[in-house]
């Protein structure tokens, strides 16, 4: 997993800042999709206690080393959820960090490994998807994206920052 990093998992440091602007208050709920090993969600609960965070993801093998990674830290805001994020409510969370997470869906990308189904046609599927669901969400929801293009997101949001070359994109 740790040669998958670098490719595949946030960086602490982009941790750190997503999270500043992912909890404007305390009790916010966020979601991260294609949560991977969990690094994400585990740093950000670190950072962020007052705060709730959620990692989806399709491979049990992951989520499994995300569950371990949390009760080594001993951290209680934190969840991780087996299954495919077209599976969720949205409105149960209140804000999003997306990490191109189907971006692996095509072809040339190096794959974490070949537990999951991977096209084209998914690729676009869960993109369209998550357009929708963001296209229904309420005024005021943030998003971070690292690596992800503009046009995944609806343009009723507006990008109020950027980092890292703007790889890192802060939406409301």
């Given at each position: 997993?740790?040669?998958?990093?670098?490719?595949?998992?946030?960086?602490?440091?982009?941790?750190?800042?997503a999270?500043?602007?992912?909890?404007?208050?305390?009790?916010?709920?966020?979601?991260d999709?294609?949560?991977?090993?969990?690094?994400?969600?585990?740093?950000?609960?670190?950072?962020?206690?007052?705060?709730?965070?959620?990692?989806?993801?399709?491979?049990?093998?992951?989520?499994?080393?995300?569950?371990?990674?949390?009760?080594?830290?001993?951290?209680?805001?934190?969840?991780?959820?087996?299954?495919?994020?077209?599976?969720?409510?949205m409105?149960?969370?209140?804000?999003?960090?997306?990490?191109?997470?189907?971006?692996?869906?095509?072809?040339?990308?190096?794959?974490?490994?070949?537990?999951?189904?991977?096209?084209?046609?998914?690729?676009?599927?869960?993109?369209?998807?998550?357009?929708?669901?963001?296209?229904?969400?309420?005024?005021?929801?943030?998003?971070v994206?690292?690596?992800?293009?503009?046009?995944?997101?609806?343009?009723?949001?507006?990008v109020?920052?950027?980092d890292?070359?703007?790889?890192?994109?802060?939406?409301?």
């Open positions: 997993m740790q040669q998958l990093a670098r490719r595949h998992w946030t960086p602490l440091n982009v941790t750190h800042q999270v500043q602007f992912l909890v404007p208050r305390d009790g916010v709920r966020v979601l999709i294609g949560s991977g090993v969990g690094k994400f969600c585990l740093g950000a609960a670190y950072y962020k206690p007052d705060a709730f965070f959620y990692g989806i993801e399709q491979r049990k093998n992951l989520i499994g080393h995300a569950e371990a990674a949390k009760k080594i830290l001993g951290l209680s805001n934190v969840a991780f959820i087996q299954g495919n994020f077209t599976k969720l409510d409105k149960q969370y209140d804000h999003f960090y997306f990490y191109n997470s189907f971006y692996e869906n095509i072809k040339s990308v190096t794959k974490i490994d070949y537990n999951v189904s991977f096209s084209e046609t998914l690729y676009n599927y869960y993109n369209r998807y998550l357009f929708k669901q963001m296209e229904e969400m309420p005024a005021g929801t943030r998003i994206t690292r690596c992800s293009w503009e046009d995944k997101i609806p343009p009723s949001y507006t109020v920052n950027s890292f070359d703007s790889m890192l994109r802060f939406l409301i």
